[in-house]
């Protein structure tokens, strides 16, 4: 199953955003911040980067519902998701 990259333009900001913060939080230990700063802020990085794959599967189900995809089945899909669990 393929991705369309529009459909993800949300999710890839996303993990821009993420990206960023995760190099705030090196920083952060680099300086040697404040250990609830950084532990808040690493929870915020982790936050973004499950809700960011709870997109690209949910994106991925409704392709695979609309479009029939053959290569992956309600188990794979079940499998993907609960990964993230």
């Known amino acids: 199953m393929e991705l369309n990259p529009k459909e993800l333009t949300p999710v890839i900001n996303r993990l821009k955003r993420a990206q960023g913060q995760l190099a705030a939080v090196t920083r952060m ?43 992956m089945d309600r188990k794979d899909l079940e499998k993907l998701f609960l990964s993230l669990a």
Do not use: M, P
Request: proline share 0%.
């Open 29 to 71: 230990l680099e300086e040697g911040r404040d250990c609830k700063d950084v532990v808040t802020q690493l929870a915020a990085v982790s936050k973004a980067l499950d809700r960011a794959g709870f997109a690209i599967i949910a994106t991925g189900l409704e392709q695979c519902i609309v479009q029939k995809d053959a290569s």
